[in-house]
């Protein structure tokens, strides 16, 4: 991984066989980042995804390999309990064109990966909700 900041926003570069999700980690952390909005497009060879079930808390997760375009990236980072919290949803079309997305649970770079990461002020946390089974913004 390769970044350059540009006012707010950091343009990132994730390379073939990376993981997208401990690369922005990684970036957060060297960079103290700690609330932005993500977007990006690029390739990928492997993805799990997820779709959430709200009545058995919990994803159904689907497990993509072979070489995908990342169609659109998109997410937040936030915090939970002192730590980096990314929340990001995906959509990736096969060799067929055909488009799978959820959340991102993995997703391993096939070529490349730009990124782009805007930096907003302050910082927001999360907070199980029971109820729901998921991590809330909490104000």
């Not at 990928?44 to 058995?56: P, R």
């Not at 659109?72 to 919290?85: A, F, H, I, P, W």
């Not at 907003?120 to 907070?127: I, K, S």
Request: aromatic content about 6%.
């Amino acid at each position: 991984m390769e970044y350059r900041k540009f006012g707010d926003t950091y343009l990132v570069r994730i390379d073939l066989d990376e993981e997208i999700m401990q690369s922005l980690k990684v970036l957060c952390g060297q960079e103290n980042i700690r609330l932005a909005h993500v977007e990006a497009i690029g390739a990928a060879k492997h993805a799990v995804i997820g779709v959430y079930d709200l009545k058995e808390q919990a994803y159904h997760q689907k497990e993509l390999n072979g070489f995908m375009e990342i169609t659109g990236l998109s997410g937040n980072v936030t915090r939970k309990d002192g730590e980096v919290y990314l929340h990001l949803h995906g959509t990736m079309a096969d060799q067929n064109h055909v488009l799978h997305g959820g959340h991102i649970i993995e997703l391993k770079v096939g070529a490349t990966c730009e990124m782009f990461v805007t930096v907003l002020q302050g910082e927001v946390n999360r907070t199980r909700n029971e109820e729901l089974g998921i991590n809330l913004i909490s104000f």
